[in-house]
């Protein structure tokens, strides 16, 4: 999330700052960086839940550290109403 609002990306609007309380910065994730993401947390399941057009590959990105093993990877930003 913090890489997308930095870059200006639209649609990442990360209206709590990255408390993972909005689901403002949803976004789905392509394979094969998908699969190599730690699992969801209880409440990024929650607040995914809230999100308009979850879908199975469905991440909030403020929950994303960027690693080396995540280098490239292709994020589609999902509608966040920003
Ligand atoms: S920035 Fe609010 S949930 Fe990610």
């Given at each position: 999330m913090e890489a997308a609002v930095d870059a200006d990306v639209?649609?990442?609007?990360a209206e709590c700052g990255g408390?993972?309380?909005?689901?403002?910065c949803h976004a789905y994730i392509a394979e094969p960086w998908f699969a190599r993401l730690p699992p969801l947390s209880d409440m990024e399941d929650a607040m995914l839940d809230s999100a308009t057009g979850r879908r199975a590959n469905s991440r909030l990105t403020c929950q994303i550290e960027l690693t080396d093993e995540l280098t490239g990877i292709e994020v589609h930003v999902a509608d966040n109403g920003g």
């Open positions: 639209d649609g990442i609007v408390a993972c309380a909005c689901a403002t």
